[in-house]
């Protein structure tokens, strides 16, 4: 049964007779407007508001009850006309929008009393359904034309689509006069809202599009749908766009044209001309076929060559010219490039883009011109073509951004590489002529050649060397002096084929090694080279006066055949006569400061500073007089060349090669202040390019795979002029009672005085304090207390952790009261120290903590203190074993880092000479200390007056 047979039965279950009211209805349409006009009457009397029947807008009364009289099917159209409808109360009646129109008549349905106004004719709802009929009139890729009209499912009778009023949405009524039906095959009915009032639909563009696309294909097959005798369903292609790019130049308008065309699959589309071509037609073994284009793409591509400078001159053809041309090869192809596919470019001529002109691109011909010159031929290269480097400069005075190269195409010219050329000249404080060559001192030329691509000409020499200078690490390795009596390991001999290498093209450095890589071996083997080959001739070593006896040590150890002079103390020469014969002076920058006049007059061979940064302040009077010396070849020696500001890398760059960094002003203009002020890197990368072949810097981390796990060093220190007074005095007390017991009782009996005459001189070579309130009073320095400070400053500061050791708690209780003044973080452990295990697990935890002051006796033993990575014995005991066994507290399981051990000696002592005499007789010092051993079993008389003399 259809809808109306089901509607009849609900309204004659719903609807009951009796004593119920019912309405009547008169409906309307306006020609003007779309919608339908209801008269509600109950009777003759009209009904514009229903509160009289209890129904608000929720159906209920007053009461919340619903009104009991009016049937239910009408209480209920009251209420959604309520709800729906907006009532004109002047005119009487309720105006029903369209789209509720179809929401209303089903329930109109319900009541055999709807009228039609004007006719007085009762609304027939039919029961049998209207039938739409859609003709395809034409079709087109680009138009669609369709007509509609209906049919009735039961007479078959037709009708214009004009005669009907169609209203709904889901379900879709026609009101045909006095006559209602409900339009059947849904499919169809969907369409018919598009209609318009004369039944006729054009659809173009992209509407066309889609309707043969998504929907024809559907409604071919529906019933009510009519197509041509000779229709066939087109075949869509429905492929990715993908823009071709066709461009081609006229030599004689030197104007630049580009075609844009598509490609969809394997068709290839002019673009599109209007908007209503969004499907093209074409066709494949003689079958038509339709390809479904993207036209907002193409749209998107056209409008971008408008955008670019180009004019339109066809329909899908631009051209251009000039610089716009220019940029669009240079830049806005490569964006085409992203879209699309290129074609023709290949056969572009003037309009051919052969590179840029740039850094990159720069070809710099170099020579001598003396010892101290470079001179460079600077010119540009692309594609073969050679471009001057003053053309250039021309060129870009002018703002031009592009050169054209006769015959060749043309070259962009990039301005900030260019730019970025002269702020690097410049830097080198080179000189540019208006031939553009470029004078250039020598010592930039590994950083030229670094920097490009340098072609020496005639001078292939200086370019192989300048290459190897550039590249740091392929240094030529040379032989060692034969008379060097120890074997350098790897890193080392390489420090000293890097020095060599430098000396022999007249250049300079720093070796800039890590604390304790032993920097002062590869100089000294250095040294000894240039003495065995060139014969004897001064050098001079300038370094702080606590490490000018290490220097002198490890001479006589390692390079025996050098010829050494200590050059300080009051017994010093004063003339040039004094200096004569030796191969290497020593001396400190102390002396140095007293001793300019003498210093400064001679003509050095080579001048080395250790610990450089004593000359990092420019403005210091050691630095300026330093930088006063004469001498064939300068070093600097330091594991700290800077140490708060760039300012100090100047400062010994000006000491090895003045110039090479410019003035000061220039330097801090240039680098100092953009990279400390400004944190550039690009500064920071250029300046360490600069510096880089003339520096050699090794951690230990870098070598460790070379070290063995632990390194022991020996400091000799000097002593202060009033500490070595007091030494003098009272070794010569101690001297006379010693001997004259051991005369008297004999070497076995007089030990506890032996004994007691060593520990005062070592007292003394501590500090001057040691000895008691009455020593205090004299103000006495210790030599050894300053060189101490130096050295655990500079292990703090490059992040090492210290252990400290003395067997005098008294030297710790100074030591304290240094680190005070300092403000150094510390742990102390002694004898009378508690919690122990306490003190030890908050040093190795807490890296804030940079020393451990410890005394010999109660933590030479039984620690774990692998936190640390550096041990200092201040005052060393003289049994090896039990050194060895305090070291241990750091160099055990569990330390990960390389571990050293300083060991600070006093020069000309007690404390030197027991290191002697262990190397002369061995097991000496254990036999001073020993209890399993008298003394009087290791010691001689001899042995005596070799200590105390």
Not at 133 to 153: C, E, K, T, V, Y
Not at 391 to 401: C, D, N, R, S, Y
């Amino acid at each position: 049964p259809d809808l109306f047979k089901k509607l009849s039965k609900a309204v004659e279950a719903s609807e009951p007779e009796g004593d119920f009211i019912h309405f009547d209805y008169q409906v309307a349409f306006h020609p003007k407007q779309e919608g339908m006009r209801l008269w509600v009457y109950q009777g003759d009397k009209l009904i514009t508001r229903f509160e009289q029947y209890g129904i608000h807008a929720l159906g209920l009364d007053q009461h919340g009850l619903p009104h009991s009289d009016l049937a239910p099917g009408h209480r209920r159209l009251a209420q959604n006309l309520l709800r729906f409808a907006k009532l004109y109360a002047s005119e009487g009646y309720f105006w029903i929008p369209k789209k509720h129109v179809g929401f209303f008549i089903p329930k109109l349905a319900r009541f055999p009393s709807v009228i039609l106004e004007g006719s007085e004719e009762t609304v027939i709802f039919s029961e049998h359904g209207l039938y739409p009929l859609i003709n395809l009139m034409d079709q087109s890729p680009s138009l669609i034309r369709l007509s509609a009209r209906f049919q009735d499912g039961e007479t078959g009778e037709i009708y214009n689509f004009e005669q009907a009023r169609l209203f709904g949405g889901r379900r879709v009524w026609a009101w045909m006069g006095a006559k209602v039906f409900e339009v059947k095959n849904q499919a169809l009915a969907s369409l018919l809202e598009d209609f318009n009032p004369m039944g006729l639909l054009e659809l173009k563009g992209e509407e066309a599009a889609d309707f043969i696309q998504d929907y024809l294909p559907l409604l071919s097959e529906k019933k009510g749908m009519e197509l041509p005798k000779d229709f066939a369903m087109p075949e869509v292609i429905q492929e990715k766009a993908e823009a071709l790019y066709e461009i081609s130049e006229d030599e004689a308008s030197d104007k630049l044209f580009l075609e844009l065309k598509f490609r969809y699959g394997q068709h290839i589309l002019p673009a599109h001309m209007s908007q209503e071509e969004a499907m093209a037609e074409v066709e494949v073994e003689g079958v038509k076929q339709l390809i479904r284009r993207d036209l907002a793409y193409e749209r998107k591509l056209l409008a971008e060559f408008s955008e670019q400078g180009f004019q339109r001159v066809g329909p899908t053809s631009f051209e251009t010219g000039g610089p716009t041309a220019f940029d669009f090869i240079s830049q806005g192809i490569l964006e085409l490039g992203v879209e699309g596919q290129i074609l023709g470019q290949e056969d572009l001529k003037r309009y051919q883009l052969l590179g840029t002109l740039g850094e990159d691109s720069l070809k710099a011909k170099a020579k001598a011109t003396s010892m101290d010159w470079l001179e460079l031929d600077l010119s540009f290269e692309v594609g073969g073509v050679e471009v001057p480097y003053e053309t250039v400069q021309a060129l870009i005075a002018k703002g031009e951004k592009y050169i054209q190269l006769e015959g060749q195409g043309f070259a962009k010219i990039d301005t900030q590489s260019f730019q970025a050329l002269e702020e690097k000249f410049a830097e080198l404080d080179a000189e540019i002529g208006a031939d553009g060559k470029v004078k250039v001192s020598r010592y930039h030329g590994a950083y030229l050649e670094a920097s490009f691509a340098i072609d020496w000409e005639n001078n292939q020499e200086i370019g192989r060397m300048m290459r190897s200078i550039a590249a740091g690490s392929q240094v030529p390795e040379e032989e060692l002096p034969p008379s060097l009596t120890n074997t350098l390991r790897d890193y080392q001999h390489h420090g000293f084929s890097w020095m060599r290498f430098l000396a022999a093209h007249a250049f300079h450095g720093i070796l800039a090694d890590d604390m304790g890589l032993g920097k002062t071996i590869q100089a000294l083997s250095y040294l000894l080279k240039d003495q065995q080959e060139r014969g004897s001739t001064p050098n001079l070593v300038l370094a702080p006066t606590s490490v000018v006896f290490n220097w002198a040590a490890e001479a006589e150890k390692f390079a025996p055949d050098l010829k050494v002079l200590v050059h300080t103390g009051a017994g010093r020469g004063k003339d040039l006569e004094d200096l004569k014969g030796y191969d290497l002076i020593l001396s400190s920058y102390a002396i140095f400061r007293r001793d300019v006049d003498l210093l400064t007059g001679v003509n050095w061979r080579t001048v080395v500073l250790d610990e450089a940064q004593n000359i990092k302040n420019y403005r210091s009077k050691t630095a300026m007089m330093v930088k006063q010396l004469k001498a064939e070849h300068r070093w600097a020696l330091s594991g700290t060349p800077m140490e708060n500001h760039l300012s100090e890398l100047w400062s010994i760059f000006d000491f090895l090669m003045p110039g090479f960094l410019g003035s000061y002003p220039h330097f801090k203009r240039k680098y100092q202040q953009p990279i400390e002020g400004h944190q550039s890197l690009s500064h920071l990368e250029r300046l360490k390019k600069r510096i880089y072949p003339f520096i050699l810097r090794r951690l230990k981390q870098d070598v460790a795979k070379e070290l063995p796990p632990k390194t022991e060093i020996t400091n000799l220190v000097e002593m202060t002029t009033e500490q070595q007074k007091l030494y003098q005095e009272v070794l010569s007390v101690c001297r006379k009672q010693v001997l004259n017991e051991v005369e008297k009782r004999g070497i076995d009996r007089s030990q506890v005085s032996i004994l007691t005459a060593l520990l005062r001189l070592r007292q003394v070579c501590c500090h001057p304090e040691l000895l008691g309130p009455t020593f205090k009073k004299r103000e006495a320095k210790s030599g050894k207390m300053e060189a101490f400070q130096d050295l655990l400053l500079e292990v703090i500061e490059e992040g090492h952790r210290v252990l400290v050791f003395s067997q005098f708690v008294e030297m710790l209780s100074l030591l304290r009261n240094w680190l005070d003044e300092k403000k150094i973080t510390y742990e102390y452990l002694d004898g009378r120290t508690r919690r122990r295990d306490q003190k030890v697990k908050n040093f190795n935890e807490n890296e804030n903590i940079p020393v451990f002051l410890v005394s010999l006796k109660a933590g030479g033993t039984g620690l774990n203190l692998t936190g640390a990575d550096y041990v200092i014995h201040y005052d060393p005991w003289w049994n090896p074993a039990v050194q060895d066994q305090a070291t241990d507290r750091v160099h055990r399981i569990g330390q990960k880092k390389h571990v050293f051990s300083y060991k600070l000696i006093t020069k000309d002592t007690v404390e030197e000479k027991i290191l002697k005499l262990q190397e002369r007789k061995r097991g000496l010092a254990e036999g001073i200390l020993s209890k399993d051993s008298g003394l009087g079993k290791k010691l001689t008389v001899e042995d005596l007056e070799y200590l105390f003399n």
